[in-house]
């Protein structure tokens, strides 16, 4: 049998235990390593997306509360690839001069509309901000279960092997408790990071939501009040 020729040599390092296993149990640790990796590359990805994402959003904010014009600022941003608030600005922007260009007749019915601009373009940078963070959610509630698959199927290749042998010899037990726990471990070591790193990043994802919320509120009261402005003459005219 496979776990005699194991204990046999001694040999009890990751790879051994890894070659000796059966098929299924080196399929789960297959896919947990896998899963690990694609974790691992979700936790780099988002930090350094994350971290771009609060220096943006502090030099937009800087730009904008420096009393520089907003059409200045806008015609500076418009022709660039935006992101979070500053595409936020931009939205809001367009349908403001759109909406001067072809006439404005009602100020309630701007307002409106500019509002639903920034919610749309909210909403859209909200998403960027969560993507992936589903498969963290599922890496770290399912990859324990898989692990435990694994350990099951470890378990019931001893019970085997001492079918097999006529045998609880502990040499002839070990490699399969070995295997089946080295599945369990590499189902922990999988979904712990995902779980840690699907919280911060909830977390922070919700922070900067909450970042371009603020500004959307701030912007449209600011917007209104330039509303108007630029409606009182029309109605002090009619």
């Known amino acids: 049998m496979e776990q005699v020729g194991l204990a046999a040599t001694n040999e009890v390092t990751l790879w051994a235990l890894f070659v000796e296993a059966s098929f299924v149990v080196q399929l789960v640790m297959v896919g947990l390593v896998a899963a690990s990796i ?137 490699p399969g408790i070995a295997e089946a726990l080295l599945a369990t471990a590499m189902g922990l070591l999988a979904a712990i990071p995902a779980v840690i790193a699907y919280n911060k990043f909830s977390s922070d994802a919700g922070k900067l939501t909450a970042r371009m919320e603020g500004f959307a509120d701030e912007f449209s009261g600011i917007l209104s009040r330039q509303i108007d402005e630029k409606m009182q003459p029309r109605a002090a005219a009619e």
């Open 38 to 174: 694609w974790t691992w590359a979700i936790i780099i990805d988002k930090t350094v997306n994350f971290g771009r994402a609060r220096r943006q959003f502090d030099r937009f904010e800087q730009v904008f509360w420096s009393g520089q014009s907003l059409e200045d600022l806008y015609q500076m941003l418009s022709d660039r690839r935006t992101s979070g608030m500053s595409s936020i600005f931009v939205a809001a922007m367009r349908e403001w001069k759109k909406s001067f260009e072809r006439g404005v007749r009602s100020p309630m019915g701007l307002q409106m509309r500019i509002d639903k601009a920034m919610d749309v373009t909210l909403s859209r940078e909200a998403e960027k901000f969560e993507a992936r963070l589903g498969s963290l959610a599922s890496i770290g509630s399912a990859a324990p279960f898989i692990g435990l698959f694994g350990t099951v199927v470890g378990i019931m290749t001893s019970f085997q092997a001492i079918a097999g042998s006529k045998s609880t010899n502990l040499a002839v037990v070990a």
